[in-house]
């Protein structure tokens, strides 16, 4: 809600929708290049084309921070299953802020800067994710490139910051931004509790496909103890097949993977077969990459068999 928001921010929000021509929240991702707008006006975060700065992602302005010396910050939870505000998010929910994450994850390695859409509310911000009347209130792009400062998965917590690199937030405004958010520190019991054997991290990378294409509201069959090459079988509502995937599941740390001749046997046979590797596969902030036969071998992790 506007009365969140900071008012440095708020005015730049309220110049950009006064000034500019009026557009919808899908005219406006349109705009910044992303193709088939209207189908992905609900995500978070957006790829554009033909523009080296290609990653975009909303902020919700009520989060944005200005610091003592005017420069503005947004601080990212990464863990992916706990809302805004507190509470475990739904499987859709959870799968777009992995979808986000994803993106933003991107632009991190590619050493690229951000677009940034700020984004007010209708509800108070802690309550956006768990109001199903929840609406958006203002969408308007911003200008200024930002960038992620920091990524850190042991924190879960990543740092976007508006303008040139260089800064950093002090610990004192972190700490107010994180509880501006409700943002709790993670438990130190949750890094104890990973898994580290070659089964359960498989066991974590097949958990975390299955429930992301489960979310596009695709079948994703475990066909693992069948040992064709691949181990989910995707496919669309009528039983189409989509695509056969073999799963590995990586974690810092931890050894790499290696493919079966099964597995290599199906690369070379190409389409649909593909390979994922789900990094960071047992936290909460796993992602993965999906490789077509001709790339295997360019696969992070992959060992000689």
Same mark, same amino acid.
């Given at each position: 809600?506007?009365?969140?928001?900071?008012p440095?921010?708020?005015?730049?929000?309220n110049?950009?929708?006064?000034?500019?021509e009026?557009?919808?929240?899908?005219?406006?991702i349109?705009?910044?290049g992303?193709?088939?707008a209207?189908?992905?006006?609900?995500?978070?975060?957006?790829?554009?084309t033909?523009?080296?700065?290609?990653?975009?992602?909303?902020?919700?302005?009520?989060?944005?921070?200005?610091?003592?010396?005017?420069?503005w910050f947004?601080?990212?939870?990464?863990?992916?299953?706990?809302r805004?505000?507190?509470?475990?998010?739904?499987?859709?929910?959870a799968?777009?802020?992995?979808?986000?994450?994803?993106?933003?994850?991107?632009?991190?390695?590619?050493?690229?800067?951000?677009?940034?859409?700020?984004?007010?509310?209708?509800v108070?911000?802690?309550?956006?994710?768990?109001?199903?009347?929840?609406?958006?209130?203002?969408?308007?792009?911003?200008?200024?490139?930002?960038?992620?400062?920091?990524w850190?998965a042991?924190?879960? #917590?990543?740092i976007? *910051?508006? +303008?040139?690199?260089?800064?950093?937030p002090s610990?004192e405004?972190?700490? $107010?931004? !994180? @509880?501006?958010?409700?943002?709790?520190?993670p438990?130190?019991?949750?890094a104890?509790?990973?898994?580290?054997?070659?089964?359960?991290?498989h066991?974590?990378?097949?958990?975390?496909?299955?429930?992301?294409?489960?979310?596009y509201?695709?079948?994703?069959?475990?066909?693992?103890a069948?040992?064709?090459g691949?181990?989910i079988?995707?496919?669309?509502?009528?039983?189409?097949?989509? #695509?056969?995937?073999? *799963?590995? +599941?990586?974690?810092s740390?931890?050894?790499?993977?290696?493919?079966?001749? $099964?597995? !290599? @046997?199906?690369?070379?046979a190409?389409?649909?077969?593909?390979?994922?590797?789900v990094s960071?596969?047992?936290?909460?902030?796993?992602?993965?990459k999906?490789?077509?036969?001709?790339?295997?071998d360019?696969?992070?992790?992959?060992?000689?068999?």
């Amino acid at each position: 809600m506007d009365k969140e928001v900071d008012p440095a921010v708020l005015g730049i929000i309220n110049e950009k929708r006064l000034m500019g021509e009026k557009r919808t929240p899908v005219d406006i991702i349109a705009r910044m290049g992303v193709f088939d707008a209207r189908e992905k006006a609900g995500d978070l975060a957006w790829l554009a084309t033909g523009d080296s700065l290609n990653v975009i992602a909303t902020l919700w302005a009520e989060l944005v921070n200005v610091s003592a010396s005017g420069r503005w910050f947004y601080i990212e939870s990464l863990n992916p299953l706990i809302r805004i505000g507190g509470g475990d998010r739904s499987a859709q929910q959870a799968q777009r802020a992995k979808d986000r994450h994803g993106l933003l994850k991107r632009a991190v390695d590619a050493g690229q800067g951000v677009r940034v859409v700020l984004q007010t509310n209708r509800v108070p911000v802690l309550q956006m994710e768990s109001d199903k009347t929840a609406k958006v209130s203002v969408r308007v792009p911003d200008d200024e490139e930002w960038h992620i400062a920091d990524w850190n998965a042991d924190r879960q #917590l990543a740092i976007l *910051v508006r +303008g040139e690199p260089g800064w950093t937030p002090s610990d004192e405004e972190l700490q $107010a931004a !994180r @509880a501006r958010a409700a943002m709790p520190e993670p438990a130190p019991e949750e890094a104890l509790a990973v898994p580290t054997s070659p089964e359960e991290l498989h066991a974590a990378a097949m958990e975390h496909l299955t429930k992301h294409f489960a979310g596009y509201g695709y079948k994703a069959e475990n066909v693992t103890a069948q040992g064709l090459g691949y181990d989910i079988e995707v496919s669309d509502k009528k039983g189409k097949t989509l #695509l056969k995937i073999a *799963v590995k +599941g990586t974690k810092s740390g931890a050894p790499g993977f290696q493919l079966s001749s $099964a597995e !290599r @046997a199906c690369a070379k046979a190409g389409d649909p077969w593909r390979l994922a590797v789900v990094s960071d596969a047992p936290g909460p902030a796993a992602q993965h990459k999906l490789y077509r036969g001709s790339e295997v071998d360019s696969a992070p992790g992959l060992q000689p068999s």
